[in-house]
């Protein structure tokens, strides 16, 4: 069980946006910063979104990441096939004093 | 370029331990830190703990505690991660990551991964 809660499975058609949601408490969304990563099939996971809302330079800005209190947000607007994947969100966690990842979300692009 | 090369398949039996390694190449290894991330088959992640390379500070996850160490080799550029008492449920492909230079808890460039499998 995740200390962090993302819906399962997300789906959208190409040139949709879609938005994956992660849930967690005060002692790791409500008081840190929130990072997302991707996870192609078969590969290691690539970093999408850091400190909430920054994206590295090689991330198309069709990702963005929110966080409103205790809930982060990625969005990908234009979708393509090539999202389909898993999206993982992060934190620090103040209570464990360590990272915590939510359960991810498998994204299917129809 | 930042590359983390991981050590190869590993096959283990209950009980027995595990020392996987994470050569990094393209950047100042002393620089940034080293996370080690496992994930069980058709699971999601989950972070063991990390390393500093600069001066061997070390935070392991609550759920390993006791159970592994994490090294780093500033001569040959290489962190390991050793898991003693492996179970079963330890089968799981293991990733060492590095810290990112934004100075917080993300990481931004990942080793391939390496298969441990334990089974009797």
């Known amino acids: 069980q995740s200390v962090m809660t993302q819906p399962p499975s997300a789906s959208g058609t190409p040139g949709q946006r879609v938005t994956i949601s992660c849930s967690g408490s005060?002692?790791?969304?409500?008081?840190?910063?929130v990072y997302w990563y991707q996870q192609l099939p078969g590969t290691a996971p690539k970093l999408l979104i850091y400190r909430n809302n920054q994206r590295p330079s090689r991330v198309p800005d069709r990702f963005s990441g929110s966080k409103s209190g205790t809930s982060a947000s990625l969005a990908i607007s234009g979708l393509r096939s090539e999202d389909e994947a898993d999206y993982y969100c992060?934190?620090?966690?103040?209570?464990?004093?360590?990272?915590?990842f939510g359960g991810g979300t498998k994204l299917t692009v129809l | 370029q930042v590359q983390l090369v991981q050590s190869g398949v590993e096959v283990k039996k209950p009980g027995a331990s595990v020392k996987v390694s994470c050569k990094a190449s393209g950047y100042s290894f002393s620089a940034y830190g080293i996370t080690w991330v496992r994930q069980a088959p058709g699971q999601g992640l989950e972070w063991m703990g990390w390393?500093?390379?600069?001066?061997?500070?070390?935070n392991y996850a609550q759920n390993f505690q006791g159970r592994v160490t994490m090294t780093t080799d500033t001569s040959t550029s290489t962190a390991y991660m050793e898991l003693r008492s492996l179970r079963s449920d330890d089968t799981a492909v293991y990733y060492c990551?590095?810290?990112?230079?934004?100075?917080?808890?993300?990481?931004?460039?990942w080793g391939q991964g390496t298969l441990v499998t334990v089974s009797s």
């Open positions: 990551a590095r810290d990112s230079p934004h100075k917080g808890y993300d990481f931004d460039y």
């Open positions: 005060s002692s790791n969304i409500g008081g840190n910063y």
């Open positions: 390393i500093s390379a600069y001066n061997g500070n070390r």
């Open positions: 992060a934190a620090w966690d103040d209570s464990l004093s360590g990272v915590v």
